[in-house]
C-alpha cells in the first residue's frame, strides 16, 4: 500500500491521526508497507476496507482465494513486476488482462504491464490478504520451481526414459536455445529464489530414493523443494556448464563461479561439486556486492568495542586478527576496516584464497595452490610491492603466520582470520603452530572474535518474557534483568514463519595490552588470559549478545545457542 492510500484513510477518518503517523513511522524505519501494517496490528479490518475502497471508488471486488489462475496466465506477469505493484492475473480476455489488486492508488502503475504484456488491463479489487496468499503461492520459487520439475518430466515421458549421463547432457546442452527449457527454468528459478529469499548458500543433495534443494537463510538450511532422481544428474551438468567445470568429471571436487543479473543487480555465484555416494552435490556461495555492508559502524559493534578495533587498524604496524568459524561474517569485518584503511596515500594489498568481492582501490591477489601461489609466496611477494597495508585470507600453517608475523614487525600492518572460538585462545593457537610466544607479543595488536545472530523480525516482534532466575543465572543483575524487555517473533509470511529476518554480528575485542603480553610471555594458557581480559574491561561475546537481547534486538536462544558461557 503506497502513503497515498494511508493519507486518503486518515482523511477520510478510517483511521486515526496516531494510527496514521505510526504506519507511516514503520514505512520510514522498517520498510513495512502501511496496509500490512495497520492490518497486523488490527487498527483495519481486511474485508471491511474492501468493501470500503469497492465503494468509494466504484470498482467491482471478488474474492480471488475461490480463483484457480493458470500457469499461462501467472506467465503473462513476471514475479518482480507483480511484487512491485501487489497486482495478480486473473483470465484474459480477447486483449484485456483481468488483474486483482487491493490498493486502487497503484492504478496508475498498472501501464507497466500494460507496455510489458502488450494488453489492456481491467482492474479488480480484492483483499490485502488474498493478495498476499496468491503471492506467496503463485510466484514464490517453490511453486515455479515446481512447475518446472513437472515440465521436465512430461518432457522425459515423451522423450522416454534418461538411461545415462551423456543423454542427460545432450538435454541440458540442447536446451541452451530454448529460453522455457525445463532444466534451465528450473535452475534459474533456484538462483533467483536464493536471491529473493537473502541466502547466503543453496545446497543441491542426492541421496539414494530422493534428491533435494535447500537454502541457508540467516545461518540456518530449510528445505525448498524435492526433486526427482531423473531431473538430478542434468541440473547438476546444468550448473557445471555456467561455472565453466568440466561435466564429464563427476569424481573428483571442482570449484567454479556464476555470474548473474537480477532486477539489475548482479549476484556471483561461488559453485563447490563434491562427489557423494549416490551422485555429486553441489553448494553454492551468494556473493552479492549489493548486499554487502561495508561501514564498521552498522555490522554490530558496541561503541567501546568499536573504538578499540578502530584503535587496532589505526596503528602504523602490527597485527589485527579477526577470529570465528566459518560464515560468522569475518570477512565483511575486514573489508569493512580496508575500505577505512583504502585512502590515496596508502597501498593496500590482499591475498585471499578465493577473492569474494572486488573492492576499488584495493590490490587483490587470488591464492592458488595448484601452480604453488600460496598465502606465503603471495604474502613474501606482496612485500615487495611497497604496501602499507595487508590483508591476508587465513593464517593456515606455520610458513603463513611466520610472513605475517614478520611483515607486521617490518613496519606494515598486517590484518588477517583465524578459526577460533574466542579473542585469548587465538594466541594459544599460534602458538601450537609453532610461532614463539615474544613474536606473538611483539607483532598482535588486537583481536577480534564474533558471531552472527539472528534477528528478531521487525513485522511480527513482540514482547515476550523470561524468568528473572534464568537471567541472574546468567549473570545479568536482577535490577537490570527487571528492565529488560524482552521480544521474540511470532512467525510471518515476511520471515518465512520463523521470528527471525536478517543477522547482526557480535563482537568480542580484545586490545593486547602490556599485562596481557607479559602474562603470555609467563606461560599463562587461554582462560587465565580470558580472565585477566575481562578484569581489563573485555567485554565477550556472551556478553555482547546479552546485551543485543536486552535491546530487543535478539532472542535469549538464538544468544545462548552462538555463544559460550563466560
Known sequence: MSRALADILLKDKIITHLQHQEAVEALRTSGAQPLHYLISQKYLADTKLLQYLSHKYGMPSINLSKYEISAEIIRLVPPELARKYQVIPIQKNNQV???????????????????????????????????????NRYYSGSELMAQAVSAFQKKSERAGEIADLGLALEIDVGAVTDKDA?????????????????????????????SRVRLRVDGVLQDIIMIPPEIKRPLIARIKIMSKLDIAESRLPQDGRIKIKVGGNQTDFRVS??????????????????????????????????????????????????????????????????????????????????????????????????????????????????????????????ETAEVAIQAAMTGHLVLSTLHTNDAP????????????????????????????????????????????EKLVELGISEHTAAQMRLMKGKGCQVCGNSGYKGRLAVYEVMEFSTALKELVLKGANAIELK?????????????????????????????????AAD
Open 97 to 135: 488482462l483481468v488483474c486483482a489488486i487491493a490498493d486502487p492508488t497503484v492504478l496508475v502503475n498498472l501501464e507497466d504491464i500494460k507496455f510489458h504484456t502488450k494488453l489492456n488491463i481491467e482492474a479488480l479489487l480484492t483483499s490485502y490478504s488474498a493478495i498476499e496468499a496468491a503471492l
Open 182 to 210: 525445463p532444466v534451465i527454468s528450473l535452475v534459474n528459478q533456484i538462483l533467483v529464489e536464493a536471491i529473493r529469499r537473502g541466502a547466503s548458500d543453496i545446497h543441491i543433495e542426492a541421496y539414494e530414493f530422493r
Open 273 to 398: 561439486t563434491m562427489p557423494c555416494l549416490f551422485g555429486e552435490k553441489a553448494v553454492l556461495r551468494l556473493l552479492s556486492k549489493g548486499n554487502l555492508q561495508l561501514d564498521l559502524t552498522k555490522l554490530g559493534f558496541e561503541q567501546k568495542a568499536l573504538d578499540l578495533f578502530r584503535k587496532g587498524i589505526a596503528q602504523p604496524s602490527g597485527m589485527v586478527l579477526v577470529t570465528g568459524p566459518t560464515g560468522s561474517g569475518k570477512t565483511t569485518t575486514l573489508y569493512s576496516a580496508l575500505m577505512e584503511l583504502n585512502q590515496v596515500t596508502d597501498n593496500v594489498s590482499t591475498a585471499e584464497d578465493p577473492v569474494e568481492y572486488n573492492l576499488d582501490g584495493i590490490n587483490q591477489v587470488q591464492v592458488n595452490k595448484d601452480i604453488g601461489l600460496t598465502f606465503a609466496s603471495v604474502l613474501r611477494a606482496l612485500l615487495r610491492q611497497d604496501p602499507d597495508t595487508i590483508l591476508v585470507g587465513e593464517i593456515r600453517d606455520l
Open 425 to 468: 585462545s587465538t594466541i594459544t593457537r599460534l602458538m601450537n603452530m609453532g610461532v614463539e610466544a615474544f613474536l606473538v607479543t611483539a607483532a598482535v595488536n588486537t583481536i577480534v572474535a564474533q558471531r552472527l545472530l539472528r534477528t528478531v523480525c521487525v513485522k511480527c516482534k513482540g514482547p515476550t518474557s523470561v524468568p528473572i
Open 531 to 563: 580472565k585477566a581480559a575481562i578484569r581489563e574491561g573485555m567485554r565477550t561475546l556472551r556478553m555482547a549478545a546479552l546485551q543485543k537481547v536486552a535491546e530487543g534486538v535478539t532472542t535469549l536462544e538464538e544468544a545462548l545457542s552462538l555463544t
